[in-house]
C-alpha cells in the first residue's frame, strides 16, 4: 500500500501576489509542513532559466513548499515526481488521456502544445519550492514565448474543459502527494519508468540547449539521476540541465 504523505497539506489562496514561488519562499522558513500557495493573479510570474512567464487570468499558478530531506541530488527528480502529478490531475479534469505527453525536463505537452511548466527551486530553510504554470483558460501568444520553442496551448481550448484554478489544485494536490510517495517508498526507477512511458519525442531527433552549447542527436532515455542521454555523431552525451527543442 502506498502511504499517505503526509497528513494535513496546507493551502494558502492568494487574490493576488508577485509570485506564488516569490511567496513561497518568503514563507518558508514558517511553514509547519508541506504548503501550497495558489495565486489567481500574478504580476511577477517567473519561468525557468530567467525567463518570464506569462499568466492569463483563469490559469493556474501554484507554488508547493516543502523539506523534502533525503540527498540533494534527489531533490532535481521532484520535477519527474510533478510532472507525472500534473498528468493525473489533467486526466482527472478531462476523463482523457490522449495526446498528454512530457517534456524534458518538465513540461507538460497536449495535442504537441505546452500546457504546463514547472520551475524548480531551492527555497530558504532547507525547502524546496515547486512552481507550476498551467494554460487553463488561455494560452500565451507565440510573441511571448522563446524564440523555437513549443508553442502554447490550453486546456480549454484543446479539451473544452473549463476547470478553475481552485479545482484544479484539488486534483493536483492529492496527485502529487500519491506520486511523491511512489517515489519515496520505491525509489526514482519507478517514477522514470513511467515518465519515460509517456514521454515526448523518445528515439526521435532533438536538439538538446545547455547555457553554454546546444547538442543534436537522438533521445536515448533519462538515466538514472534524471539526466538526459542523447546519441550523438560523437557518441552518447548527458546533460543534466537545458532545454529541448524539437
Ligand atoms: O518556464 C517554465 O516552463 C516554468 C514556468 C513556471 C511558472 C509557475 S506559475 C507558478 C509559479 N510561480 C512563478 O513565479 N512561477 C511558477
Redesign the pocket.
Known amino acids: 500500500m502506498i502511504p499517505r504523505w503526509p497528513e494535513g497539506v496546507g493551502q494558502v489562496i492568494l487574490p493576488t501576489v508577485?509570485?506564488?514561488?516569490?511567496e513561497a519562499a518568503r514563507q518558508a522558513p514558517h511553514i509547519a509542513g508541506p504548503t501550497w500557495f495558489l495565486?489567481l493573479e500574478?504580476t511577477?510570474?517567473?519561468?525557468?532559466?530567467g525567463?518570464a512567464?506569462s499568466?492569463p487570468a483563469g490559469n493556474?499558478?501554484?507554488?508547493l513548499v516543502y523539506r523534502p530531506g533525503g540527498a540533494i541530488a534527489h531533490r532535481a527528480l521532484r520535477s519527474f515526481v510533478a510532472s507525472l502529478a500534473l498528468q493525473d490531475a489533467l486526466i482527472a479534469a478531462t476523463g482523457r488521456t490522449e495526446g498528454l505527453r512530457l517534456k524534458w525536463p518538465?513540461?507538460v505537452l497536449l495535442n504537441g502544445g505546452?500546457l504546463?511548466?514547472?520551475?524548480l527551486e531551492s527555497g530558504p530553510s532547507e525547502t524546496l519550492i515547486i512552481?507550476?504554470?498551467v494554460n487553463l483558460r488561455a494560452a500565451p501568444t507565440q510573441a511571448e514565448v522563446e524564440t523555437g520553442a513549443v508553442a502554447p496551448v490550453s486546456l480549454l481550448s484543446e479539451t473544452g474543459t473549463d476547470i478553475t484554478p481552485e479545482a484544479f489544485l484539488d486534483l493536483l494536490a492529492p496527485a502529487f502527494a500519491a506520486v511523491e510517495a511512489q517515489f519515496l517508498t520505491y525509489g526514482f526507477d519507478a517514477v522514470r519508468t513511467r515518465w519515460l512511458a509517456n514521454a515526448a519525442k523518445l528515439g526521435e531527433p532533438i536538439h538538446a540547449r545547455t547555457v553554454t552549447e546546444t547538442h543534436h542527436g537522438t533521445f536515448e532515455t533519462v538515466d538514472a539521476e534524471g539526466q538526459l542521454v542523447l546519441r550523438t555523431a560523437a557518441g552518447q552525451r548527458m546533460i543534466s540541465a537545458g532545454d529541448v527543442f524539437f
Open positions: 508577485d509570485s506564488t514561488s516569490l495565486g500574478q511577477a510570474a517567473k519561468g525557468r532559466r525567463r512567464w499568466n493556474f499558478a501554484a507554488s518538465n513540461d505546452k504546463a511548466g514547472i520551475l512552481g507550476i504554470g
